[in-house]
């Protein structure tokens, strides 16, 4: 049984994956996980494979959701996707994005992307 907050997490992660097919990108994967990283979402925009944090704030309390991606997390994602690139042989470009997206009550989300957002 999922809680409340992984339940959000996972209808912001549906979003941010309607959000980008509907850009042209194909999903190859989603919540990839390698040790103790995780990736919500590996997808590719022609010859660019890209690696998206998604995260998802229904205030702004704790500020927007786009700055809580952490050094720290980062460095998580970066080491996640370094073992998917080994795993799947990627010879290419990457990047690593984030999907930002604001519930705030009566609005339809606001969904922001910020392509290179760190490495």
Same mark, same amino acid.
């Not at 190859?28 to 998604?54: C, H, P, S």
């Not at 998917?84 to 604001?102: G, L, M, N, Q």
């Given at each position: ?11 912001? @992660? ?14 190859? $994967? *989603?919540?990839? *996980?390698?040790? *103790? ?19 998802? *704030? ?12 952490? @050094? ?18 990627? @010879?290419? #470009?990457?990047?690593? #994005?984030?999907?930002?997206? @604001? ?11 910020? $392509?290179?957002?760190?490495?």
């Amino acid at each position: 049984m999922k809680t409340p907050q992984q339940k959000k997490g996972k209808y912001g @992660e549906n979003l941010a994956a309607a959000f980008m097919q509907n850009k042209g990108y194909t999903l190859l $994967e *989603r919540n990839y *996980r390698y040790k *103790r990283g995780e990736i919500d979402i590996i997808a590719q925009t022609g010859d660019v494979l890209v690696f998206v944090e998604v995260k998802l *704030r229904s205030s702004d309390n704790f500020g927007l959701p786009e700055e809580s991606v952490s @050094e720290n997390q980062q460095n998580l994602i970066i080491q996640t996707a370094e073992q998917y690139i080994e795993e799947i042989d990627w @010879e290419s #470009d990457i990047r690593f #994005d984030i999907v930002a997206i @604001e519930l705030k009550s009566h609005q339809s989300p606001q969904i922001t992307y910020f $392509e290179d957002a760190f490495y």
